[in-house]
């Protein structure tokens, strides 16, 4: 698949089927993510891949009290796009222990070596789920980019042990897609380009 297809094409998928996802593949996600530019070639990303049942229903439980209640009955915003978007988040926040697969892109505060910035970090670990993400949808396996993981930090942390030092970029729920693949929408690019000045 060309890559500008996939670009395309990479809807947001929130639901997903409860069928395994080889270990094969979500190595080559991580190998994708890791293909990513960072800071000064820092690669200062780690990625917390689960799959054990009690720990996706012990994050999953976590994330569904906490945001399920916001979603719920506030879904239907008049905006056919809004709100398939949110009932699609409902949905997932509900079955987020139902996901074959839960990716965590983490990262240290590491670079520049001499003083760490914080700023750097980020630059590291976006790029790195972008190209999981494109990469599950070149590979027909369904993600979103979520931050779920802010609502459920100390549930996470304790049951995956990530260390308090340790940052949470996102969390990407992968698997095979319950909902077709799609063009995204979006506006024109003309909208965003400012040539030459603002």
């Not at 639901?15 to 690669?43: C, F, H, I, M």
């Not at 995956?160 to 030092?165: C, D, H, K, V, Y």
Request: aromatic content about 8%.
């Amino acid at each position: 698949m060309d890559v500008f297809e996939v670009m395309e094409t990479c809807r947001a998928i929130r639901y997903l089927k409860p069928d395994p996802v080889p270990d094969e593949l979500v190595t080559k996600l991580v190998w994708a993510a890791t293909r990513a530019p960072s800071p000064g070639n820092s690669q200062g990303w780690d990625f917390v891949v689960v799959t054990e049942p009690a720990a996706k229903a012990a994050i999953g439980g976590a994330i569904e009290a906490a945001m399920a209640p916001r979603l719920d009955g506030r879904t239907d915003t008049g905006d056919r796009s809004s709100t398939l978007m949110l009932q699609g988040a409902l949905n997932l926040a509900r079955n987020v222990a139902r996901a074959p697969v839960l990716v965590f892109v983490c990262g240290g505060v590491v670079y520049p070596a001499e003083r760490p910035n914080e700023a750097f970090t980020w630059s590291a670990l976006y790029p790195a789920a972008q190209n999981l993400i494109l990469a599950a949808r070149a590979l027909g396996l369904g993600t979103t980019f979520t931050t779920f993981h802010h609502v459920a930090d100390a549930t996470i942390r304790d049951v995956l042990g990530i260390p308090p030092e340790i940052r949470i970029g996102c969390m990407i729920p992968v698997g095979w897609p319950d909902r077709p693949f799609g063009p995204v929408n979006r506006r024109p690019v003309e909208s965003f380009i400012h040539r030459e000045r603002w």
